[in-house]
């Protein structure tokens, strides 16, 4: 199954949005200052597939992670409201566990990388819109260490 995800994740075409100016130095910076970094990676309606378009976010945090090898983090995953209350935690789950995937392929040992999927539960913004719904289907990344 690992391995299906991680193929698809290689094989996905680009959508039309892409998670422009995340640094190395931003997700730094938010990972010492705050404790924790929120991601886009612009999942589709249901899918666990990081869209291509945002594999430099993955880049930047996997450099981060290369140059503070003593530092472990959670992926916590969010989805929006749509689907049910069981079927957001377990696709925020997935998605999760796709992150750490992704992580794992760029050279982050897999033992660093705790993951959570927390469903809709912690909403930052209205999932009656479009945007709101992009906005809380975001992932965490949580300074642990």
Do not use: W
């Not at 249901?46 to 945090?61: A, E, M, P, R, W």
């Not at 929006?80 to 925020?92: H, I």
């Not at 992704?102 to 912690?122: F, P």
């Amino acid at each position: 199954m690992l391995r299906k995800f991680l193929f698809m994740l290689l094989l996905l075409p680009a959508l039309a949005f892409a998670s422009d100016g995340v640094t190395a130095s931003g997700i730094s910076d938010g990972l010492n200052n705050k404790g924790r970094v929120t991601l886009y990676f612009n999942f589709d309606t249901g899918s666990v597939y990081v869209d291509s378009s945002c594999f430099h976010i993955l880049d930047k945090l996997a450099e981060v992670m290369k140059r503070r090898p003593d530092m472990k983090i959670s992926v916590q995953a969010h989805t929006d409201t749509l689907g049910t209350p069981e079927g957001r935690v377990k696709l925020s789950t997935a998605r999760a566990e796709v992150i750490k995937s992704a992580l794992m392929m760029r050279g982050i040992d897999d033992g660093r990388i705790a993951v959570k999927g927390l469903g809709s539960a912690h909403p930052i913004a209205d999932n009656a819109t479009k945007t709101g719904r992009f906005k809380n289907s975001r992932v965490d990344i949580v300074a642990l260490k």
